[in-house]
């Protein structure tokens, strides 16, 4: 192969890369609200038991 079809597939392989990296590196955490989470899990505990009656 030619000397510039590696250098198009080197430069593929590292655009793919960089954007990897620099996704891996904006990506944070997002902090929930602690009234959210108590809502979240109020809500969970509900259709759990809600689906466990309809299991029995």
Same mark, same amino acid.
Request: glycine fraction near 4%.
């Given at each position: #192969?030619? +000397?510039? !079809? +590696?250098? #198009? !597939?080197? =430069? =593929?392989? @590292?655009?793919? $890369? @960089?954007?990897?990296?620099?996704?891996?590196?904006?990506?944070?955490? #997002?902090? !929930?609200?602690?009234?959210?989470?108590?809502? #979240?899990? %109020?809500?969970?505990?509900? $259709?759990?038991?809600?689906? %466990? %009656?309809?299991?029995?």
């Amino acid at each position: #192969m030619p +000397w510039y !079809i +590696w250098l #198009m !597939i080197a =430069a =593929a392989f @590292g655009s793919v $890369l @960089g954007s990897l990296l620099m996704l891996r590196d904006t990506a944070h955490r #997002m902090p !929930i609200d602690p009234e959210a989470l108590e809502r #979240m899990k %109020q809500r969970n505990a509900e $259709l759990e038991a809600a689906e %466990q %009656q309809d299991n029995d």
